[in-house]
C-alpha cells in the first residue's frame, strides 16, 4: 500500500512537471561504467521495450534502432550528465571596459524532460553585467547546450545556467529566461499544441527592476539581418 501511493505520488509529481532539486539527482555511481559498457546495456534494455511493446526486430527497419538509441542517450541527447563534458571556463579580462550589460539571445534549446523522456526544444536568453571577467560569446551557447543535454525540469536548466555562468565570471549579475515547448504537454496528455513554458532566474542587479525591464527589452527586440 505505501509503495503504491509512493507510485501515485510520483506520477502526480511528474505529470505537474515539479523538479526536486537545483542539482539534477545523479547516483553516486554514476560513471562507475564506460560510455561503451552504458551502450551495451540501454540497448538490450531498448530491444526489451520493443519487443515487449510486440516489435519484430528482426526486420531490417528496427534492427538497428536499439543500438541507435542507446548510442544516442550516453553520446548525445544525455551527454551533458557527464562533468567531463562541461564546456572549460576560459574567461577574459574585460579590456575595454565595457560596463553595460551584454545578452546572448535566441540560444537554441534543445533538451529532453525528465518525467516523460520526450523532448523540450525553446530559446534561452542569457545576459551578464562583467565585473572585470567577460566570456566569449558562444560560451554562453556552449554552457546552455551542456546543461540542456540532460533529463531536466526547465526550472532546473535556467537555474544551472545562471549559477554555472555567475561562477565562470564571478559575478551575481547573471540572467537567463527560456521559453520552450515540451512536446511532453504538446503532443500527449493535454496536447495543447501552441502552449509554450517561460522560466526566468535573475541574480544580483537583475533583481533590480530597472536592469530587469532593459533584459526583458532586448529579449523582445525582433532582431532582423
Ligand atoms: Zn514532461
Redesign the pocket.
Known sequence: MKIENDIEDFEAL?ND?IGTSANTPMREDAFKLSNDEKIDIIKDDVRHIMETLGLDLTDDSLKGTPMRVAKMFVKEIFGGLNPDKKPNASTFDNKYKYGEMLVEKNITVYST?E??L?PIVGKAHVAYISNGTVVGLSKMNRIVDYFARRPQVQERLTIQIVKELQEVLNTEDVACVIDAK?L??NSRGIRDVDCSTVTSEFGGKFKEKETRREFLDYIKLDTQF
Open positions: 511528474g512537471h524532460c518525467h516523460h520526450l515540451h511532453c504537454v
